[in-house]
């Protein structure tokens, strides 16, 4: 807990800036390393809101990438990938856990970024649980949303890269591409 709360003083004395769409409309391979350290801010129906740190990312990369959902072409659950950069891709596994998914690039370009860790939850299906998102969030523009959005506080966190988790079903090459990309967190203590 402590470690958190300090993180935590450290973001909030920093002013903030909402991204916009320049930032989501680019390449996947550029989004998601940047997206580390970047604050995601969740808004709920009661008022609330929390601010967590992204600490890690994983890139799908367009219909050639055979780990990526749009490998097959467009489909009614990959359309949402088609749309231009900025938008939530929400979809269901193992009929329990909601992934998170933010759409990179230009429109009819499907990629994007599996947000699989914020600061004190590993796991995007955790992940989800903890923020309440569910399929109504496909297609939430983050740019708009009053519930969900992203924010910059001028963090730049030192990173790793390593194969992407549980895409052995795409074969040798795709499954070993090092397009997960995982955060160092400053020590506060």
Request: charged share 30%; net charge neutral.
């Amino acid at each position: 807990m402590g470690k958190e709360r300090g993180q935590e003083r450290v973001l909030n004395s920093r002013p903030t800036v909402r991204l916009g769409y320049e930032f989501f409309r680019r390449d996947v391979l550029e989004v998601a390393p940047a997206l580390l350290g970047k604050r995601l801010v969740r808004r709920y129906d009661d008022g609330r809101t929390e601010t967590f740190l992204i600490t890690e990312t994983e890139a799908y990369r367009g219909e050639e990438d055979l780990a990526c959902h749009a490998s097959r072409g467009k489909t009614p659950r990959t359309a949402t990938m088609y749309l231009p950069g900025g938008v939530l891709y929400i979809y269901l596994i193992y009929g329990m856990y909601w992934m998170m998914n933010i759409v990179t690039g230009k429109e009819e370009d499907p990629q994007a970024v599996l947000i699989r860790g914020i600061e004190g939850f590993d796991g995007p299906g955790k992940l989800t649980r903890r923020l309440g998102i569910d399929k109504s969030f496909n297609g939430e523009d983050l740019t708009t949303s009053p519930r969900i959005w992203l924010e910059d506080a001028g963090l730049t966190l030192p990173y790793t890269t390593t194969p992407r988790i549980g895409v052995d079903y795409a074969g040798e090459t795709w499954k070993n591409m090092p397009w997960r990309y995982v955060a160092y967190l400053p020590d506060n203590q």
